[in-house]
């Protein structure tokens, strides 16, 4: 029998071809997965934002959240909870968004925003490493297998 053969008698790609398809299949993936662009938006409470503040609007705040989240606009967020300049309505949130100015315009409409006790900068963020193999909605508890 050829080394190439299986036993039902039909033929495996040679080695060089089948590694050439692994990695085609391979450079299709990272397309589709590396480089992708999102815009990551990092909010700052402003120096006058107490907790009673954020826990008096973070109901509509999350409802704003989820309701991104099921549009597919939102990707991840959450707040910061240490670190420099961390405080009451500290945050990222992470956007698929047309444009920096879309990005703006939807953060814009944050509760937190709208009410002035915090503000945002938009940054341009490309993912080129990480694995997802699930997807989770920390606001449901719903989960898809991917």
């Known amino acids: 029998m050829d080394a190439r053969s299986r036993p039902d008698g039909s033929a495996n790609a040679a080695p060089a071809e089948s590694a050439a398809a692994d990695a085609g299949a391979s450079d299709a993936a990272d397309a589709r997965l590396l480089g992708r662009d999102y815009w990551l938006v990092l909010s700052t409470p402003n120096p006058s934002t107490t907790p009673a503040d954020i826990r008096a609007l973070v109901d509509e705040h999350v409802a704003w959240l989820l309701k991104l989240e099921a ?62 193999s699930i997807q989770i909605s920390l606001g449901t508890g719903g989960y898809t297998w991917i």
Do not use: K, M
Request: hydrophobic share 45%.
């Open 71 to 132: 549009e597919g606009t939102v990707f991840l967020s959450g707040p910061l909870v240490s670190g420099p300049g961390t405080g009451p309505g500290s945050g990222v949130t992470v956007l698929r968004a047309a444009s920096a100015d879309h990005a703006e315009a939807i953060a814009a409409t944050d509760p937190f925003v709208a009410r002035g006790l915090r503000t945002f900068q938009v940054f341009a963020w490309r993912v080129n490493e990480g694995a997802i």
